[in-house]
């Protein structure tokens, strides 16, 4: 039986059968008389969507949840999210008592019924102990249900039980979640607090998904939340989620948008193919990241705060630092589409290459756009603090206008690292000044590939150190 507790104050994968992809691995050579990268294929994990289609068009196209708000959304932030937002009155739904077989039993009565809007107490810790649907301690939710929270209204999988998430969104299914903590999921699949298969639907108003695991066993992907259908994510917390592969806090296949919301503090754990410390956009995945902040994740393999597998990843007025991987601290790209912004990318790390971003194509081409940024106070300990832009099978073109790279350091390239004939980088009326590199390629180290600083637009590369740049036509000192 499950248990209460008042306080006060894509289709589920395993590990070895959905995910086949590229995994990445640099390693230092030379090149042309000066140390550069090279790249070896060594695989990175890749989880299955669900075959199902998506009768729900696009993320934007939803009814908004503010539409049907609970009655703390006169109130933002605290424990169940952060931000502000639109504030409507809420609509009458049906209380269900601090009880979390009566919870369960409220949610199987909506889906017969073709959905509800349930009001869950206050100050109420539903506790989940056991599963009871496809992995679950909640049943799938197979229709249109908003479950309203308020002030430490919270559903967590009880500690010492067996392992289960705790929501399943099916196909057909409709989630919306106001004003709720949801935490303690434990998964060895993917998907630790919440999984949406496709064509199937999740919203979060002002809540909060923290501290739950994926891939107990090893495997699985996307710490918090794993998206196979269309997920919106609002005025929400997502913090402090692990995964054992890929995607720490949210992973996405379907499509994702992240409205005024905080990715922090989560973590993809594997060493090889662990991307995406905060958001991990797989294969066919459409990521859209508005007014928010992803900071403080950490990614084994590549992307601290975002990464990107051939997939299309548009990330506007965000705040993208303190996060840390062994390539590309805050951003990676690897194949498919990249846009910046009104973007902030400072004080990231790659212990290997690409402090800030780092953008390759080895299984397919990329495009990046980086627009009115900056890029700033980043670290990649080999090559490229700012960027790394490397072509390595196909072409990676990246293009920078009005942003600065600044303050940037790393041995090789300490504003940006260009490697292979197929790699560009234009830049347009962008101020690269005062970036480090140990060795060489202070401002700019282009090995290969082709730089246009189109200078005339207003584009300067000065007080670099030791030098402003490297094998660049039109770059002096």
């Given at each position: 039986?499950?248990?209460?507790d008042?306080?006060?104050?894509?289709?589920?994968?395993?590990?070895?059968?959905?995910?086949?992809?590229?995994?990445?691995?640099?390693?230092?050579?030379?090149?042309?008389?000066?140390?550069?990268?090279?790249?070896?294929?060594?695989g990175?994990?890749?989880?299955?969507?669900?075959?199902?289609?998506?009768?729900?068009?696009?993320?934007?196209?939803?009814?908004?949840?503010?539409?049907?708000?609970?009655?703390?959304?006169?109130?933002?932030?605290?424990?169940?999210?952060?931000?502000?937002?639109?504030?409507?009155?809420?609509?009458?739904?049906?209380?269900?008592?601090?009880?979390?077989?009566?919870?369960?039993?409220?949610?199987?009565?909506?889906?017969?019924?073709?959905?509800?809007?349930?009001?869950?107490?206050?100050?109420?810790?539903?506790?989940?102990?056991?599963?009871?649907?496809?992995?679950?301690?909640?049943?799938?939710?197979?229709?249109?249900?908003?479950?309203?929270?308020?002030?430490?209204?919270?559903?967590?999988?009880?500690?010492?039980?067996?392992?289960?998430?705790?929501?399943?969104?099916?196909?057909?299914?409709?989630?919306?979640?106001?004003?709720?903590?949801?935490?303690?999921?434990?998964?060895?699949?993917?998907?630790?607090?919440?999984?949406?298969?496709?064509?199937?639907?999740?919203?979060?108003?002002?809540?909060?998904?923290?501290?739950?695991?994926?891939?107990?066993?090893?495997?699985?992907?996307s710490?918090?939340?794993?998206?196979?259908?269309?997920?919106?994510?609002?005025?929400?917390?997502?913090?402090?989620?692990?995964?054992?592969t890929?995607?720490?806090?949210?992973?996405?296949?379907?499509?994702?948008?992240?409205?005024?919301?905080?990715?922090?503090?989560?973590?993809?754990?594997?060493?090889?193919?662990?991307?995406?410390?905060?958001?991990?956009?797989?294969?066919?995945?459409?990521?859209?990241?508005?007014?928010?902040?992803?900071s403080?994740n950490?990614?084994?393999?590549?992307?601290?705060?975002?990464?990107?597998?051939?997939?299309?990843?548009?990330?506007?007025?965000?705040?993208?630092?303190?996060?840390?991987?062994?390539?590309?601290?805050?951003?990676?790209?690897?194949?498919?589409?990249?846009?910046?912004r009104?973007?902030?990318?400072?004080?990231?790390?790659?212990?290997?290459?690409?402090?800030?971003?780092?953008?390759?194509?080895?299984?397919?081409?990329?495009?990046?756009?980086?627009?009115?940024?900056?890029?700033?106070?980043?670290?990649?300990?080999?090559?490229?603090?700012?960027?790394?832009?490397a072509?390595?099978?196909?072409?990676s073109?990246?293009?920078?206008r009005?942003?600065?790279?600044?303050?940037?350091?790393?041995?090789?390239?300490?504003?940006?690292?260009?490697?292979?004939?197929d790699?560009?980088?234009?830049?347009?009326?962008?101020?690269?000044?005062?970036n480090?590199?140990?060795?060489?390629?202070?401002?700019?180290?282009?090995?290969?590939?082709?730089?246009?600083?189109?200078?005339?637009?207003?584009?300067?590369?000065?007080?670099?150190?030791?030098?402003?740049?490297?094998?660049?036509?039109?770059?002096?000192?």
């Amino acid at each position: 039986m499950n248990h209460q507790d008042h306080t006060r104050g894509y289709e589920p994968v395993r590990p070895d059968e959905g995910r086949r992809g590229s995994r990445w691995r640099w390693w230092a050579v030379g090149l042309a008389g000066v140390t550069g990268l090279a790249l070896t294929t060594t695989g990175v994990a890749v989880p299955a969507a669900e075959a199902a289609g998506r009768p729900l068009t696009s993320a934007d196209e939803r009814p908004s949840a503010d539409e049907r708000p609970s009655a703390d959304e006169r109130r933002s932030g605290g424990e169940s999210g952060t931000g502000k937002g639109k504030k409507e009155p809420k609509p009458k739904g049906v209380p269900v008592p601090c009880d979390a077989d009566k919870l369960i039993a409220a949610i199987t009565l909506a889906n017969a019924r073709g959905g509800a809007v349930l009001d869950l107490a206050k100050k109420c810790t539903y506790l989940l102990t056991a599963t009871i649907d496809e992995g679950a301690g909640l049943p799938v939710i197979t229709a249109p249900i908003t479950l309203n929270g308020g002030k430490h209204t919270t559903i967590k999988r009880a500690a010492g039980v067996e392992e289960f998430r705790i929501v399943t969104v099916g196909t057909g299914g409709d989630l919306t979640l106001n004003h709720l903590t949801v935490t303690g999921g434990q998964t060895d699949g993917d998907g630790g607090a919440i999984l949406v298969n496709a064509g199937g639907a999740l919203t979060t108003n002002h809540s909060t998904v923290t501290r739950n695991i994926a891939g107990s066993d090893g495997g699985g992907s996307s710490g918090g939340i794993a998206n196979n259908g269309i997920t919106t994510i609002k005025h929400s917390t997502v913090s402090r989620n692990t995964a054992a592969t890929a995607a720490g806090g949210i992973g996405n296949t379907g499509q994702l948008a992240i409205k005024k919301s905080s990715v922090t503090a989560n973590m993809a754990n594997a060493v090889v193919g662990g991307f995406g410390g905060g958001v991990g956009s797989f294969p066919g995945g459409t990521t859209v990241v508005t007014g928010s902040t992803i900071s403080g994740n950490h990614a084994g393999d590549a992307g601290g705060g975002a990464g990107g597998f051939n997939a299309n990843v548009t990330v506007t007025d965000t705040a993208i630092t303190g996060n840390r991987a062994s390539n590309g601290g805050a951003v990676f790209a690897e194949g498919g589409m990249l846009a910046l912004r009104h973007v902030t990318v400072t004080n990231n790390t790659a212990t290997l290459q690409g402090g800030g971003l780092s953008l390759q194509a080895l299984n397919a081409a990329t495009v990046a756009t980086v627009a009115d940024s900056t890029i700033a106070h980043n670290v990649g300990s080999l090559n490229g603090g700012g960027i790394v832009n490397a072509a390595i099978a196909f072409a990676s073109t990246v293009d920078v206008r009005n942003t600065h790279i600044t303050a940037n350091q790393a041995t090789f390239g300490g504003g940006i690292f260009n490697i292979a004939a197929d790699a560009t980088v234009t830049l347009t009326n962008t101020k690269v000044i005062k970036n480090i590199a140990i060795s060489t390629g202070g401002g700019i180290l282009n090995s290969g590939g082709t730089v246009n600083l189109n200078t005339a637009t207003g584009t300067v590369v000065v007080k670099n150190r030791p030098n402003n740049c490297v094998n660049v036509p039109g770059c002096v000192g």
